[in-house]
């Protein structure tokens, strides 16, 4: 009697974790496969007259995406410069100073905040930043961008300085050092690699968002015209040359998606990279 | 926070005529209370400690030992939900007043944690110099270096680590991580130093280190620290206190006199029985 019990349960021990494997093989056979299509469409087009050339009307053959590579930049340096003290300084706070309830409070906040589909954000900075100004531009969608990265630093960082042991707290204040002096001195240091960790994972998701930049960036045919004026970006520009008819601008819009496909990808290695060294 | 509200317990904190110069470490304590949110963890603790001399706060765990000393430098308030009531008077003056700043009474009384806490972040150098350079008070590299070599002098731990000042604080052993903390403690010159249980986690060729080190130290400092251990107490200790929690669960203490005397000839039974082992 026990054998037979036994022998059904190596059976279905057996088909269980197979299809766990195949489970988990198919997660990374997807991301293959997306890898491997954007390389193989993208990469003939990804040449040096793609980074360095501006784009060319549609029916014309060559140019490239030199602006919206430099948009892109734009953008994600903007979102970046407003989204990086925001979100630390809200991380300080709930870490280090906040009772329970604002803390409760303030979590919750950021992780709707984080919920919120891009598209509305785009809404949302189209309303307070573009109809005011009379104008798509940069900036407007710096601050959308930084909207949806705020939340991602803000929680890594308090989750990281929560991280850093309360001893190590109580014996720098012994020390007699003053509040904010312990705080920037040495735990955050001690956080470092948590919060470097969540900026680069903010900066690989706003890299490739592309529904706020439709409402704020607008996108730009004469270039990159300053930060109060639209301005293009590879999201947006892989969307327009996607959708033409034009069979030159498909085989860009795929060098296009290569790109930014690496560079999400050398972000997400370099964040793996970082997180491993500082292991503390 | 003082109270001097309820009549029951008003103390006087400071004595009128008694004039005590600045800097001369003279600890006095009277009706101290301290409580974690509604529990009281201590009542009405009187005594006075005795400069450049040691001593020992002893007795079975959990009656209060540890609290007390926090009190001493402040860093009780640190804790969740502390609260302290009563004087604590460092050369005179109440610690506890509404005007005293707290972090300049932890810099006059240092302390030692039970469990070594170098800054993981910093080198062995940047340790032992981080209570100066995170305030400021130094100017040149080379006075810090001086102080840098002197606190480790001090601390029976230069020939061991003088030719690797600039590896992390971590890569030392336990004893020499705790030498390291004390070196740190005093490299801002101090004039008490508290040590909470600071052998606990040590071996005992280590701890017997820092005995010897706090024997030498006595000359300069006054030092006062909690331990559980009676043999230590009875081997470096001039002075001894013998706290013990009270029948509503708060620390009292017992008896205070000189070490020799509290071990050999105690005038209370409770600590008689302390020390000959009934219990605790």
């Given at each position: 009697m026990a054998d037979t019990g036994y022998g059904r349960r190596k059976l279905i021990n057996r088909t269980m974790l197979s299809l766990c494997a195949i489970a988990a093989g198919l997660s990374i056979i997807v991301l293959a496969l997306i890898l491997g299509y954007t390389l193989v469409q993208g990469i003939s087009s990804l040449d040096i007259d793609f980074l360095m050339q501006a784009a060319k009307p549609m029916g014309e053959a060559g140019g490239g995406m030199r602006d919206e590579i430099f948009g892109t930049l734009i953008l994600v340096t903007l979102g970046t410069l407003i989204s990086l003290p925001v979100g630390l300084m809200a991380g300080i706070f709930v870490a280090e100073f906040a009772g329970p309830r604002i803390a409760t409070a303030v979590q919750f906040s950021a992780d709707i905040l984080a919920g919120v589909p891009s598209i509305v954000v785009g809404v949302f900075a189209y309303a307070v930043l573009v109809r005011p100004m009379h104008s798509y531009s940069a900036l407007s969608a710096g601050v959308a961008l930084a909207v949806i990265m705020i939340p991602i630093v803000a929680r890594t960082a308090e989750e990281s300085l929560r991280l850093v042991p309360n001893f190590q707290r109580e014996a720098a204040l012994a020390l007699g050092i003053t509040r904010w002096r312990a705080i920037i001195g040495v735990i955050i240091p001690g956080a470092l690699t948590g919060i470097v960790t969540g900026v680069m994972l903010g900066v690989a998701r706003i890299a490739g968002e592309t529904a706020p930049l439709i409402f704020?960036?607008?996108?730009?045919?004469?270039?990159?015209?300053?930060?109060l004026k639209p301005i293009g970006a590879l999201p947006l520009q892989i969307y327009r040359y996607a959708m033409s008819p034009d069979p030159d601008w498909h085989k860009q819009a795929w060098a296009a998606a290569f790109l930014l496909m690496l560079l999400v990808l050398g972000i997400s290695i370099l964040v793996r990279v970082v997180s491993r060294r500082r292991s503390i | 926070m003082i109270d001097k509200s309820n009549q029951d317990t008003v103390q006087t904190c400071e004595i009128p005529g008694e004039e005590v110069p600045e800097g001369s470490g003279i600890l006095k304590v009277r009706g101290l209370n301290a409580w974690y949110d509604s529990t009281k963890?201590?009542?009405?603790i009187s005594l006075s400690i005795p400069e450049k001399a040691i001593t020992a706060i002893i007795g079975?765990?959990?009656?209060?030992k540890s609290t007390f000393i926090r009190c001493l430098n402040r860093m009780?308030?640190?804790?969740?939900g502390g609260r302290v009531e009563g004087c604590v008077l460092l050369d005179g003056k109440?610690?506890?007043?509404?005007?005293?700043d707290p972090v300049a009474i932890r810099r006059r009384i240092g302390m030692v944690f039970q469990k070594p806490a170098?800054?993981?972040?910093?080198s062995i150098f940047d340790n032992v110099s981080a209570g100066l350079r995170l305030t400021r008070v130094w100017s040149r590299r080379w006075e810090l270096e001086e102080i840098v070599e002197r606190s480790l002098r001090q601390a029976a731990l230069w020939d061991e680590v003088k030719d690797k000042l600039?590896?992390?604080?971590?890569?030392?052993?336990g004893g020499q991580q705790q030498r390291l903390c004390i070196a740190r403690a005093m490299a801002v010159e101090p004039e008490i130093i508290l040590l909470?249980?600071?052998?606990?986690?040590?071996d005992p060729a280590a701890t017997l280190k820092i005995e010897d080190l706090m024997r030498n130290l006595a000359d300069r400092y006054t030092i006062v620290i909690v331990t559980h251990n009676m043999q230590q107490a009875a081997r470096v200790s001039d002075m001894a206190a013998f706290f013990l929690a009270d029948t509503d669960r708060t620390g009292i203490l017992i008896e205070f006199g000189p070490t020799s005397q509290l071990f050999?000839?105690?005038?209370d039974k409770r600590t008689e029985d302390y020390i000959t082992g009934r219990f605790g």
């Open positions: 704020t960036a607008l996108g730009s045919q004469f270039g990159v015209q300053g930060l | 963890a201590i009542k009405n079975p765990s959990g009656c209060g009780h308030e640190v804790s969740h109440d610690i506890y007043a509404r005007d005293v170098p800054f993981p972040t910093m600039g590896q992390s604080g971590s890569s030392l052993s909470d249980e600071p052998c606990s986690a040590l050999t000839n105690p005038k």
